[in-house]
């Protein structure tokens, strides 16, 4: 049986318990990171650490425990469940305390889970034949940077796709791509230029999309970060997405349209390989 953490302690799952007063649970105030395991290591455990510390810092939650307790735990975990692949989730909510709109003293301790999941990630059968998706309305919070479990837009969101018979959602805003319900969203230009939307708070900024950036930049690519039309990436060269359980991932098929060609493109199908070479290389 899967081994969990729970506040200091680690659990057979049946086992682990939260109060039913804890603010994740009642008001999502929490907030959460996915890090990929290949080889079973962590890949780029520093990106996650900091972005979860921006998190936590946009909301206001304090938190006792240092990256280097995170890591202990990340590996006690991944060694308790002998991932060689798959992903590490941890998340980190408010604590618990009567219900009240109003957060809680500064010192109510944090509820802090984590567990493992064992999945197949580099051989995809759906990064093989690409995915599909479709464009949604981007009806999100305003705060998309911030790494919350406010989950349910993006969970109806790509609901919505799989009934249209697609693989997932990419939203959209004012007729512009943000991202996907759960990545970054990609274009490659007829011309064979990168294009994707600037960091704001309108997207969460993608550990991933910052290494697959990297690699696009070694390969001297043409980068342009900047808002792409749904228009735009229907009429596109490639398509793709990036995300630590994703890695890079093609999108073949745009609203029903195919891109391209209707197969896998060599700029993803490139910067996947070099995404995974890096990564096995600096996983820790
Ligand atoms: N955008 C959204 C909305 C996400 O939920 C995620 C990952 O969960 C990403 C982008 C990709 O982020 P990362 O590359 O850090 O996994």
Same mark, same amino acid.
């Given at each position: 049986?899967?081994?969990?953490?729970?506040?200091?302690?680690?659990?057979?799952?049946?086992?682990?318990?939260?109060?039913?007063?804890?603010?994740?649970?009642?008001?999502?105030?929490?907030?959460?990171? /996915?890090?990929?395991?290949?080889?079973?290591?962590?890949?780029?455990?520093?990106?996650?650490?900091?972005? =979860?510390?921006?998190? =936590?810092?946009?909301?206001?939650?304090?938190?006792?425990?240092?990256?280097?307790?995170?890591?202990?735990?990340?590996?006690?975990?991944?060694?308790?469940? *002998?991932?060689?692949?798959?992903?590490?989730?941890?998340?980190?909510?408010?604590?618990?305390?009567?219900?009240?709109?109003?957060?809680?003293?500064?010192?109510?301790?944090?509820?802090?889970?984590?567990?493992?999941?064992?999945?197949?990630?580099?051989?995809?059968?759906?990064?093989?034949?690409?995915?599909?998706?479709?464009?949604?309305?981007?009806?999100?919070?305003?705060?998309?940077?911030?790494?919350?479990?406010?989950?349910?837009?993006?969970?109806?969101?790509?609901?919505?796709?799989?009934?249209?018979?697609?693989?997932?959602?990419?939203?959209?805003? *004012?007729?512009? /791509?943000?991202?996907?319900?759960?990545?970054?969203?990609?274009?490659?230009?007829?011309?064979?230029? /990168?294009?994707?939307?600037?960091?704001?708070?309108?997207?969460?900024?993608?550990?991933?999309?910052?290494?697959?950036?990297?690699?696009?930049?070694?390969?001297? =690519?043409?980068?342009?970060?900047?808002?792409?039309?749904?228009?735009?990436?229907?009429?596109?060269?490639?398509?793709?997405?990036?995300?630590?359980?994703?890695?890079?991932?093609?999108?073949?098929?745009?609203?029903?349209?195919?891109?391209?060609?209707?197969?896998?493109?060599?700029?993803?199908?490139?910067?996947?390989?070099?995404?995974?070479?890096?990564?096995?290389?600096?996983?820790?």
């Amino acid at each position: 049986m899967r081994q969990v953490y729970v506040n200091g302690d680690y659990l057979p799952e049946t086992e682990a318990r939260i109060s039913v007063f804890d603010r994740g649970f009642l008001f999502a105030d929490g907030v959460y990171e /996915v890090t990929l395991v290949l080889d079973g290591k962590l890949v780029d455990f520093a990106g996650h650490m900091r972005r =979860l510390r921006r998190s =936590l810092g946009e909301l206001g939650m304090a938190f006792a425990l240092t990256d280097e307790d995170l890591l202990d735990i990340h590996r006690e975990l991944i060694r308790q469940n *002998d991932i060689e692949e798959g992903l590490v989730y941890l998340q980190v909510t408010r604590g618990s305390a009567d219900r009240d709109f109003l957060f809680p003293a500064e010192e109510t301790p944090n509820t802090v889970v984590l567990f493992t999941q064992k999945k197949s990630l580099v051989d995809s059968p759906l990064a093989e034949r690409g995915q599909h998706v479709v464009t949604v309305e981007d009806l999100r919070w305003r705060r998309c940077d911030i790494k919350t479990v406010q989950l349910l837009y993006p969970s109806m969101a790509k609901m919505e796709a799989k009934s249209r018979g697609a693989d997932d959602a990419w939203l959209v805003k *004012d007729g512009y /791509v943000t991202e996907g319900s759960s990545n970054n969203a990609y274009i490659v230009t007829p011309e064979g230029t /990168v294009v994707t939307r600037d960091l704001s708070t309108d997207i969460l900024h993608g550990i991933t999309r910052e290494a697959v950036l990297q690699c696009a930049e070694d390969l001297q =690519l043409r980068i342009e970060e900047r808002p792409f039309t749904v228009e735009e990436a229907e009429n596109a060269a490639e398509a793709f997405s990036t995300s630590a359980s994703g890695l890079v991932s093609p999108v073949v098929r745009i609203n029903g349209r195919e891109v391209g060609p209707g197969r896998p493109g060599p700029i993803a199908a490139r910067l996947r390989q070099i995404y995974l070479e890096r990564s096995r290389a600096s996983a820790v």
